[in-house]
């Protein structure tokens, strides 16, 4: 009998899934970091014991995370991503044409270290010399950075402990302050499912309002996430996701994506009822 | 300590959830049914062990089997549903206002009498006069009725045991001599993120193309269901689903829904590339 791990979603509901094997465990100074063969979702990689990373769907997040801001932007050519250290986020914003510089600020370096072995599918994009991987606290880099950025990603982890911070308004104030005139901020925003996390996402919402002229949400179906069903936030200066040349720009680019093409760009921005009563 | 109940999705992975106390455990001629009382999704019904229906998060099930076929149908006046023993779906064909009968043909009687003790919000319906229950096998049912009807719903079980049969194609066929020239077929069409129902999905698709000049997949984030994402198929014999037509009477009808809306019938149409693939 192989073992089983619980993700918990909530304090009463888990996604259990079978293991394989443990490839590797380490505490790192920010928190355990576990790779496990299972046979669900191939390698998956844990934080704390929250499933953060599978080879089977990582598709999903990382396309949904990168590309409906980089294609909002017409032309994104500096990019900054905060969190993200399994890399994936930054191999789909490198496929983006435009972009000749990359900026990464990961809190825990370990987890940039272990994906580069166990998901060397997703760190490969690291070696380009148009990245710059900085190991740091993203929220005190926002602080004082005098860089500026077209788009800034937000690829963290839960609301809880470290990542906290980056969910909250004086975070979005630096990042508004970091972006160019026109710039556009895009964050991963939970699982509208889940009890706890809703008020988290009104909040996200509404403190975005506060700051950008054109804040929209939308959805992608992550099966290894809370529920399945996960939200992503757009705040924006000037241009608005659900525009026109959006599609257009996404049908010229043509990338080949396994989740993501250009009607599933504005589909996604059409949100379930119960979630546009989250929303303002 | 209370007790977990795991809900198998593949061999290897199952959603886990806290019961609070066992309220009913019942074997069927067809099958065990519990009802379980839960933190999480509140009471939920399990046939086999597998979850059926929970209160919290039915309205997403219901809404998205019934509403896109009988809004996509100019005048729905008679509705068959096959299977749909909780009575959910039932209750939202109700409101319709066009309807003028309503035939529901479930294969166990137990299922609709255990929901009316435990499920009373959602078998109340069943009182209108409008309703016809007949308790007994949807499959020879439709093989022998001389009756016609402008939409068939396919409220099944997953593909396997008694309701194997609803996912073949000599079943539509006699779903498509049943309806009404210008008919609907919609049908709950499983998981495209469970390997096993892949193929399943593809050839109910090809199936359906080969009977109805008009074929539409849609989706919907079921989180109780496997893996959180769910997929429908509508086979049409003259009214295609995504006709600007339909937007119109749903704004005009003005249902209060929890998941269901305008915009959302169109988005729910666009399907991420991996599961476009697996469609014709």
Redesign the interface.
Known sequence: MNRWH?DYH?????????VTRSLYTEKSEYQEIEILE????GKVMLLDGVLMVTEK?EF?YHEMLAHPALFTHPKPARVLIIGGGDCGTLSRVLMHKGVDKLVQVELDEMVTRVSREYFPALTAACEDPLVELIFGDGIKYLRETQAKFDVILIDSTDPVGPAEGLFRRPFFADCKRVLNDDGILCLQSESP?IEDLRPVISEVNRDLHSLFPIVRAY?A?I?TYQ???WLFQIASLAYDPCDQAVYERITEAGLK?????A??H?????????V?KLLN
């Open positions: 619980s909530s304090p009463h509901r888990a996604l259990s899934f079978e299972t046979p669900e979702f769907d999903v499912w959805s179906a099966q529920a399945g069903f994506c396994s989740y993501y093409h009607n599933l504005f589909s996604s921005f059409v949100l379930p009822a119960f546009e």
